[in-house]
């Protein structure tokens, strides 16, 4: 991420809560993550995690656009810059600023890990995956849970729930490095 100029906070959480904004009428939940979380002074991308609203209730509500046709809108309009598109992570970069901005696709299930392998810092995951491993588990470095002993996913719905189930103290996104 280095080649990416620092941008203050300041100016990243405001272009971050705007397409948040943008974002949140297809999106059951939407989250800044990231540095930016973390409330570091200065960033180098945006990083939002989301959980899209599911095609049976956009269906539902006429006036609830879907995650493509709300992005396609941003894009269309020059919001957005597309660098890449994926199923879990779309990357673009915010046209007025320049700043990179990263979208990560979450299901009900990968919602928390995600959100805390996202929000960082590189450090403090490898701490937690550390920590995984001496449990006997695998804390998935792309944010797709946490695998038992077995092999199996362990539903998980917040990041409280992967502290305690690590049995380590929850840490506010501040204090994580």
């Not at 705007?18 to 200065?42: F, T």
């Not at 509500?61 to 894009?75: F, G, K, P, R, Y």
């Not at 299901?107 to 890990?113: G, I, L, P, Q, R």
């Not at 995951?125 to 944010?143: E, F």
Request: net charge positive; aromatic share 4%.
């Amino acid at each position: 991420m280095s080649q990416h100029k620092e941008i203050p906070y300041k100016t990243a959480w405001a272009v971050a809560k705007k397409i948040v904004q943008e974002l949140s009428p297809a999106c059951e939940r939407v989250e800044i993550a990231g540095s930016l979380r973390r409330g570091k002074p200065a960033v180098h991308d945006i990083d939002i995690i989301l959980l899209p609203r599911s095609p049976s209730s956009v269906g539902l509500q006429s006036s609830v656009s879907s995650l493509d046709e709300v992005i396609s809108a941003l894009i269309n309009r020059g919001s957005l810059i597309v660098v890449r598109e994926g199923d879990k992570i779309r990357s673009f970069i915010a046209a007025k600023t320049g700043i990179p901005v990263d979208v990560y696709v979450a299901t009900h299930d990968t919602w928390a890990t995600l959100l805390l392998i996202r929000t960082g810092s590189k450090e403090h995951n490898i701490q937690l995956a550390q920590r995984a491993r001496q449990l006997g588990m695998k804390l998935r470095a792309s944010g797709d849970g946490i695998e038992n002993q077995g092999g199996e996913l362990i539903k998980i719905q917040s990041e409280d729930e992967i502290f305690s189930l690590l049995k380590v103290p929850y840490l506010p996104p501040e204090k994580r490095g």
